[in-house]
């Protein structure tokens, strides 16, 4: 029964071994939330996973199947990746972003969780003093662990207040001191769902050139910002990234949320030719390899998991090709996401809250898959907290980097009437008892 008493709750915090609300693992909320409901006998609204709340794209299971089906599962696959995947990766980009990248220039990954791993491992070697990273945040939790697991520093820039041409001093500011070898971040953003502009776009191409820095884009949610039409191969408006201006560039691209086939773990790395061809001291002497490229495929991933399993590639790459030949329109598959969220958003407002994150230069942010919630001026771990007991499960804006109070909601798993109804009806208790 809701809410959740303190004594209960704090139990259960325990149990699981949590020391700070505000900067636990998604995965450490998911299994706070499955305990207690095992404690109260009722489901929570889990809000905290960004699980796909889709089926996945039938095309690739398809293709997948048949690959196994052919025996595809006794041959080691080629680290640098399948054919079909390398030429089918290039024409999708070609569509859906009109950039040029070669098919020797694109490599699969396990997921983009390996791609962002391995290539933060990689460009923090590039150069002797700059293995320091630039986060653009808020931004996904589980990228900045990872810097912090291969012992690389961090800095953060949180966009709330620099939007537009104010992002250019804070940039400078940073940059300048000469130890930043990237600049990280996902567009639409993970949990903002703010976009970057095209004023932004210029001004972090402009400094990357003049600091040599990498731009890596994390494109998980590529075309989903629902306010513009991307879904049309070939024809614009085409889905908005770096890759437009500048050749620094590394771009991450996941099958996981556009067609929601996060189970598989598949993704690819994209360079520029500028990027993969740069010849480095350092790649030289460690991996006998002076080309960015050649280290990364043959020097870390080869170590990390000796290539990606074959037939996710084969899945891949068909999603990709049905997509440019117009057989699947991956955006409007997806669109279902802005329409759960925009119920979602209106449930929190009516509730007392605020959008925290809330505009893309003069225009309110899309609808989609993640949007930003305060409530008054309470703080984010005691927000946090309080709606867990009240069956709603979250993570805060601290861990994914803010330095604003609220919290990160995902709409991936309000899939039913009976959820959305739970979750009103709890934001209402909620409110009811701590009015503003």
């Known amino acids: 029964m809701f809410p959740v008493s303190q004594a209960a709750y704090d139990d259960a915090i325990k149990k699981q071994d949590i020391i700070q609300i505000t900067t636990a693992t998604i995965r450490q909320i998911v299994a706070l939330s499955n305990h207690l409901e095992d404690v109260v006998g009722e489901k929570f609204v889990h809000l905290e996973m960004g699980n796909p709340g889709l ?19 006794s041959i080691y696959p080629n680290t640098a990746g399948i054919p079909e995947l390398k030429q089918n990766g290039s024409e999708f980009l070609r569509a859906f972003l009109d950039i040029e990248v070669p098919p020797r220039c694109i490599i699969p990954t396990v997921g983009s969780m390996q791609a962002t791993f391995t290539t933060q491992l990689l460009l923090g070697q590039r150069q002797p003093g700059r293995n320091t990273f630039l986060l653009l945040t808020p931004g996904f939790p589980a990228q900045q662990h990872q810097a912090k697991i291969l012992g690389y520093k961090t800095v953060s820039l949180d966009i709330y ?14 940059l300048s001191k000469g130890d930043v070898t990237a600049i990280l971040y996902n567009n639409p953003n993970n949990p903002a769902w703010t976009n970057l502009t095209d004023t932004e776009y210029r001004i972090m191409a402009r400094l990357a050139e003049k600091y040599d820095v990498i731009i890596m884009e994390d ?17 614009a408006p085409f889905i908005p990234t770096i890759a437009k201006y500048t050749d620094r560039y ?14 598989q773990r598949i993704a690819m790395v994209c360079m520029s030719p500028t990027v993969a061809d740069r010849r480095y001291d350092f790649f030289e002497n460690f991996y006998e390899m ?12 080869y170590c990390a998991s000796s290539g990606v399993a074959h037939s996710p590639q084969y899945a891949f790459a068909e999603m990709m090709r049905a997509s440019y030949e117009g057989r699947v329109n991956f955006v409007a ?3 279902e996401y802005g329409r759960r969220a925009a119920i979602a958003k209106k449930m929190f407002l009516d509730n007392g809250f605020h959008i925290v994150y809330a505009f893309d230069g003069d225009q309110p942010i899309s609808d989609g898959f993640f949007f930003t919630v305060g409530y008054g001026n309470m703080g984010s771990a005691d927000l946090q907290n309080t709606l867990m007991r009240y069956g709603i499960s979250t993570i805060s804006l601290n861990s994914t980097g803010s330095v604003q109070r609220g919290l990160r909601v995902c709409v991936s798993l309000l899939s039913d009437e009976e959820t959305f109804n739970n979750l009103e009806k709890r934001l209402v208790a909620f409110h009811k008892d701590y009015p503003l």
Do not use: H
């Open 250 to 263: 590394i771009l991450f691209v996941s099958a996981s949320k556009i067609f929601s086939y996060a189970g």
């Open 219 to 235: 494109l998980a949610y590529m075309g989903m910002d629902f306010r513009q039409n991307y879904g049309v191969p070939y024809e």
């Open 55 to 73: 089926p996945p794209c039938k095309v690739g299971a398809q293709a997948e199947a048949t690959a196994l089906a052919k025996g595809i599962a």
């Open 161 to 174: 207040d620099c939007r537009g041409e104010a992002l250019e001093a804070r940039l400078e500011k940073i």
């Open 290 to 301: 002076p080309r960015l490229i050649d280290a990364y495929v043959f020097g870390v991933l």
């Open 333 to 335: 598959d997806c669109s």
